[in-house]
């Protein structure tokens, strides 16, 4: 999936793929936490179909920018006394992006050719949140996000790196 622009002189593009998820609650374990988590797996085979001339403006097979597989995870521990703790986190691996494998010729038509695949970064994104509710309507919470400092899988666009938010809550 381009990120700016749709994709351009594609007859079609063809997305097949698999999702599986697990998850599970356990409630007082031990008498005193309760514990949940969850975890889910994806898999996408998506191609580009252009049957155009070989001038069309397609680089390629692969929709860039669109992981093979994905993988999320969250874990939720809550214990009976207010605080909680929450892990999730992604991975992402095998998207691709296209770069130029050759100058083309100054007359000559555009290519596929000129084109070839770059595989780019696999991230893997890590998060927790440390949250204690006191006095029946109030929660003070802090949150680390991307606790292995990754970058996102585009060079170009790295993202942002180790976060940290603080913060309250009250309700009535």
């Known amino acids: 999936i381009n990120k700016e622009d749709p994709p351009v002189n594609i007859e079609r593009v063809t997305t097949q793929g698999t999702e599986i998820i697990a998850s599970a609650d356990f409630d007082r374990v031990g008498g005193v936490i309760d514990i949940g988590g969850s975890v889910g797996y994806t898999f996408l085979h998506a191609r580009n179909h252009d049957d155009s001339p070989e001038d069309s403006v397609n680089m390629g097979d692969f929709v860039q920018y669109l992981p093979e597989h994905q993988v999320t995870a969250d874990l939720r521990l809550e214990l009976k006394w207010g605080t909680s703790l929450t892990f999730w986190g992604r991975y992402y691996n095998g998207a691709r992006i296209y770069v130029m494998a050759a100058a083309p010729e100054e007359f000559s038509p555009y290519s596929t050719a000129f084109f070839t695949t770059a595989r780019l ?17 109030f929660e003070v919470w802090i949150t680390a996000r991307n606790l292995l400092d990754d970058y996102e899988m585009d060079p170009f666009n790295p993202g942002m790196g ?11």
């Open 121 to 137: 970064h696999d991230p893997v994104m890590l998060n927790l949140r440390i949250a204690h509710a006191f006095l029946d309507h």
């Open 162 to 172: 180790r976060m940290f938010y603080f913060g309250m809550k009250a309700w009535w």
